[in-house]
Nanobody, 120 residues
Framework: VQLQASGGGLVQAGGSLRLSCAASGSIFSINAMGWYRQAPGKQRELVATSSSGGRTVYADSVKGRFTISRDNAKNTVYLQMNSLKPEDTAVYYC???????????????WGQGTQVTVSS
């Protein structure tokens, strides 16, 4: 199983970016999918997560600015980031809780990380 993230880059404050993360491989089902981020010198923190049923959870710092969505048919999760701030600068990691078969417990898989840099 692989998670391939894309969409990071450099943007000015107030701008927008859209991150994508596609899961591939021998996947039976995917439960939660979401995004974490890690800024230099800081711990990795949850940004947003989406359950298989569509329930979403956001960090307080991104509520109203970021939107998580997913395309279950494509095993892909997206993060639309609007009104970006310099403090959003970080490496963004996607994850997915994946079952490889009906009898195997769900396991978290991680993408490689994509850099988001917001200039002031």
């Amino acid at each position: 199983v692989q998670l391939q993230a894309s969409g990071g880059g450099l943007v000015q404050a107030g701008g927008s970016l859209r991150l994508s993360c596609a899961a591939s491989g021998s996947i039976f089902s995917i439960n939660a999918m979401g995004w974490y981020r890690q800024a230099p010198g800081k711990q990795r923190e949850l940004v947003a997560t989406s359950s298989s049923g569509g329930r979403t959870v956001y960090a307080d710092s991104v509520k109203g600015r970021f939107t998580i969505s997913r395309d279950n048919a494509k095993n892909t999760v997206y993060l639309q980031m609007n009104s970006l701030k310099p403090e959003d600068t970080a490496v963004y990691y996607c994850y997915a809780a994946i079952k490889l078969s009906v009898v195997v417990a769900s396991k978290d898989y991680w993408g490689q990380g994509t850099q988001v840099t917001v200039s002031s």
